[in-house]
């Protein structure tokens, strides 16, 4: 009987060793963190897939689809669009920001050759930190055109009407121009919104937006190009955030 417990215990004891209850332990804590992880980020757990070499890519988020549609249309200005910019230019004069600055890029005549959003939002934003740095509150907008030549190629240029305030100077200004749009000689013309002593109608807006439909054209006092302006593949238009439609809002409610 004796000899029978000991031999009971004796297996007991070499069975309890062979388990080795901390590794299961550790294991189940380490999936327990990344489960819980995984949930709180709402994203699937990578742990199990480390040991397999099995990569897993998570999806990236997709663009709206009411964006989308919103220019998939890219053969010329929607009627949308015109009001914004005419929306925006009115509410310059109630902030003191009127637009009385009128640039011309033609993107053949610059270093990039085309008309590229990259290029011309990296400029944007030199020239909105450049004002920010002289101390000086600007607003801008600009429309994209892309028109044919007689001989059927592509003229992609870009027009910005923006509030150059009087302390900064108009010499520096243009040559600053050169530099954040790369252009060449003759790529850039920056001039004043009205000549001095002009007393007619001022029509540099119907003018940037002469490539919308003849109606929408007609309806602001205008008149649309012939044939258009072009296709542009990406927003053929819009306006500094401080004088966009959230800004307009927040200013009515006040």
């Known amino acids: ?14 069975l309890q060793n062979s388990l080795k209850p901390s590794e299961p332990v550790n294991i189940y804590k380490e999936n327990r963190k990344s489960t819980v992880s995984a949930k709180a980020r709402k994203q699937p757990s990578l742990y199990s897939l480390e040991d397999t070499g099995t ?11 009411r ?21 925006a230019e009115k509410y310059t004069e109630k902030i003191g920001l009127p637009l009385n600055r ?21 400029g944007m934003k ?3 930190q450049w004002f920010r740095y002289k101390g000086v509150e600007t607003a801008w907008l600009y429309v994209h055109e892309n028109p044919k ?3 059927d190629d592509d003229k992609p240029n ?30 850039i013309k920056s001039e004043p919104r009205t000549r001095s002593g002009y007393q007619g109608q001022d029509t540099r807006l119907q003018y940037m937006t002469k490539g919308a439909d003849f109606l929408t054209c007609r309806r602001h006092g205008g008149h649309r190009s ?16 401080n004088i966009g439609l959230k800004a307009r809002l927040e200013y009515d409610k006040t």
């Open 1 to 14: 009987m004796k000899t029978a417990k000991r031999a009971n215990s004796a297996n007991g004891r070499n």
């Open 55 to 65: 990569s897993l890519s998570l999806p990236r988020k997709q663009p709206s689809l």
């Open 67 to 87: 964006r989308k549609f919103r220019y998939r249309n890219v053969e010329g200005l929607k009627p949308w669009q015109v009001e914004e910019l005419h929306a």
């Open 102 to 122: 009128f640039i011309t890029i033609t993107w053949l005549l610059t270093e990039h050759g085309k008309l590229c959003a990259e290029k011309f939002q990296h």
């Open 126 to 128: 030199n020239m909105y």
């Open 149 to 151: 030549s007689p001989l």
């Open 158 to 187: 870009t027009h910005i009407m923006l509030h150059l305030p009087r302390k900064i100077n108009r010499s520096q200004f243009a040559a600053m121009l050169e530099k954040w749009f790369g252009a060449l000689d003759g790529g």
């Open 226 to 241: 012939k044939g258009g302006q072009g296709t542009v593949p990406f927003k053929r238009s819009g306006t500094s955030q």
